[in-house]
């Protein structure tokens, strides 16, 4: 099961299941552009706070 977890992955990552999925509709969708922002400015705030001490 981990090993068809992972070729499950990295056919996602690299794009090969396009004929089960439309990448279209994620990289249209704004929606989930806002998450990432919010996440990576969490992330920039948690390391400027640890890099003053």
């Known amino acids: 099961m981990d090993q068809f977890t992972?070729?499950?992955?990295?056919?996602?990552?690299?794009g090969e299941d396009h004929e089960?999925?439309?990448?279209?509709?994620?990289?249209n969708d704004?929606?989930?552009d806002?998450?990432?922002?919010?996440?990576?400015?969490?992330?920039?705030a948690e390391e400027k706070y640890f890099d003053e001490d």
């Open 6 to 14: 992972y070729i499950m992955h990295e056919k996602f990552l690299l």
């Open 34 to 44: 806002d998450h990432w922002q919010q996440r990576e400015a969490n992330h920039d």
């Open 20 to 27: 089960y999925l439309d990448y279209s509709k994620i990289d």
């Open 30 to 32: 704004e929606t989930l």
